[in-house]
């Protein structure tokens, strides 16, 4: 069994910044791609980021140039770095990881942490 464990949320003013931690463990896993997903008060969950290796990356258009999603040499932690944060960033943030392949769609997304709250406030 696959543990992702996220860190890192809380309460920011807009304009603030934030750096969200999943660190997985378990059973060796070694995912193709990690991802960062969030879901709103009243909204479905929708992609953040994605990063394949320490390399490929992709974004939501909503959050190109204010985020930042890295991973650790080893390749079972990645971090997103917040920047410039705005109300409609509020959410809770899911890590997700999958043994292969690489994109936006959550269904693709096997592993998933239990969420840590991001509230921006103005």
């Known amino acids: 069994q696959v543990q992702l464990v996220e860190s890192g949320g809380g309460s920011v003013q807009t304009g603030g910044s934030l750096r969200l931690s999943c660190a997985a463990s378990g059973r060796a896993f070694t995912p193709g791609a990690m991802g960062w997903f969030r879901q709103a008060p009243g909204k479905e969950r929708e992609f953040v980021a994605a990063?394949?290796?320490?390399?490929?990356?992709l974004y939501a258009d909503s959050v190109k140039g204010r985020f930042t999603i890295s991973r650790d040499t080893v390749g079972n932690t990645v971090y997103l770095q917040m920047d410039s944060l705005k109300p409609e960033d509020t959410a809770v943030y899911y890590c997700?990881?999958?043994?292969?392949?690489?994109?936006?769609?959550?269904?693709?997304?096997?592993?998933w942490g239990q969420g840590t709250q991001v509230t921006v406030s103005t």
């Open positions: 997700a990881g999958r043994s292969r392949g690489f994109g936006t769609i959550m269904a693709d997304y096997d592993s």
């Open positions: 990063i394949r290796w320490r390399s490929s990356q």
